[in-house]
């Protein structure tokens, strides 16, 4: 059963960065693909962004390109999210996730509070 | 980017009721969709993958269906443990995108 775990959540102030970090047991990590998705508070599911099993290929949604960076250290199985030049609208939960069939695996989240 | 518009918003409904949620995409996405379904404070739960494909202990109440840009997902006899969010999301280009949600309300 695998197990999903983010970390590095917090309040920050606007235009700081931070990194978030999703730590994976009870599956082979590195043969998949990984995602980081959030929510702001009482919206909707938005995608991030996605790392291929290796690491090589990466996607970004629009929201996040130029500020999120994903990557990925395989030989501690974890996913990492570089966030920088946070806004207020950048506040919610962010979730990783496994993409097996689709997202199948997802870990319980991290509070992300960006505010003055 | 592909758009995914989800409708109702809001479904209000008895134990009981066979519910239907609609998902449109922009463009065609072929099957490449799924669906999930989100409690208060949880972790959103997959329920189908490639748009008719139960995931593993979801109850067969649960069905989805559609192709190209137009999907639903059934529930057959809808449950107190099914009242919650469902979301849809494609994976068919590079970057995915979640319909914005249907709040299954008890009526």
């Known amino acids: 059963q695998a197990h999903l775990v983010e970390s590095g959540g917090g309040v920050v102030q606007p235009g700081t960065s931070l990194r978030l970090s999703c730590t994976v047991s009870?599956?082979?990590?590195?043969?998949?693909?990984m995602h980081w998705v959030r929510q702001a508070p009482g919206k909707g599911l938005e995608w991030l962004a996605d790392?291929?099993?290796?690491?090589?290929?990466?996607n970004y949604a629009d929201s996040g390109k130029g500020r999120f960076t994903i990557s990925r250290d395989n030989g501690k199985n974890m996913v990492f999210l570089q966030m920088s030049s946070l806004r207020p609208d950048d506040t919610g939960v962010y979730y990783c996730?496994?993409?097996?069939?689709?997202?199948?695996?997802w870990g319980q989240g991290a509070l992300v509070t960006v505010s003055s | 980017d592909i758009q995914m518009t989800q409708s109702p918003s809001t479904l209000s409904a008895s134990v009981g009721d066979r519910v239907t949620i609609t998902c449109r995409a922009s463009?065609?996405?072929?099957?490449?969709l799924a669906w999930y379904q989100q409690k208060p404070g949880k972790a959103p739960k997959l329920l189908i993958f490639?748009?008719?494909n139960l995931e593993n202990g979801v109850p067969s109440r649960f069905s989805g269906s559609g192709s190209g840009t137009e999907f639903t997902l059934t529930i057959s006899s809808l449950q107190p443990d099914d009242f919650a969010t469902y979301f849809c999301?494609?994976?068919?280009?590079?970057?995915?995108?979640f319909g914005q949600g249907t709040k299954v309300e008890i009526k």
């Open positions: 996730a496994r993409e097996s069939v689709a997202l199948d695996y």
């Open positions: 999301q494609q994976y068919d280009s590079y970057s995915w995108t």
């Open positions: 490639k748009a008719s």
């Open positions: 790392i291929s099993s290796d690491g090589s290929k990466k």
């Open positions: 009870g599956l082979t990590f590195s043969t998949y693909a």
């Open positions: 463009e065609s996405i072929s099957s490449w």
